[in-house]
């Protein structure tokens, strides 16, 4: 674990066009791109990627089709397979129990908290669950832009 941790709330124009599932994977892929981006992969590391939904199974799915329904888990999986062989790693996906997701669902959920605060809130509210040394760190601007062009263009 890097310890580094993102939230990024989702403009409105780009909210309700794709399951609750489908985010939860796109944010699982996007964690593992930003360590990309960071450099923090090495080859022959192992990444592994935790999630309490159906993106277990499907950072593992390689079949996805081309219809509207599926279509951001296509480009979703395509984006992750490119970064896990451009980065010469491997990925451990894992499911676990919704109620221990309590960091994620935090920021995923609380926008309304300044980082700095959400970040000792979660350390000293979380303890077992939060990496040393979090950081809530931007997402850098390249991610931003592909993940509202690929939201934008649902519906």
Request: net charge negative.
């Amino acid at each position: 674990m890097t310890g580094d941790a993102w939230h990024f709330e989702l403009p409105e124009d780009c909210q309700l066009r794709t399951s609750l599932n489908a985010l939860e994977f796109i944010a699982c892929t996007i964690t593992i791109w930003v360590d990309s981006l960071r450099e923090k992969i090495l080859p022959e590391d192992c990444i592994q990627s935790q999630t309490d939904s159906s993106a277990t199974g499907w950072l593992r799915k390689s079949n996805f089709c081309d219809h509207d329904d599926e279509v951001v888990q296509l480009l979703m999986a395509r984006k992750l397979a490119n970064i896990i062989m451009s980065t010469e790693s491997c990925l451990y996906s894992q499911w676990f129990e919704g109620n221990e997701n309590c960091v994620a669902d935090s920021l995923s959920c609380d926008f309304h908290i300044p980082d700095f605060h959400l970040q000792h809130l979660l350390c000293s509210t979380f303890p077992l669950q939060v990496p040393f040394g979090l950081k809530i760190l931007p997402l850098p601007t390249e991610i931003v832009s592909w993940l509202m062009s690929l939201l934008l263009k649902q519906l």
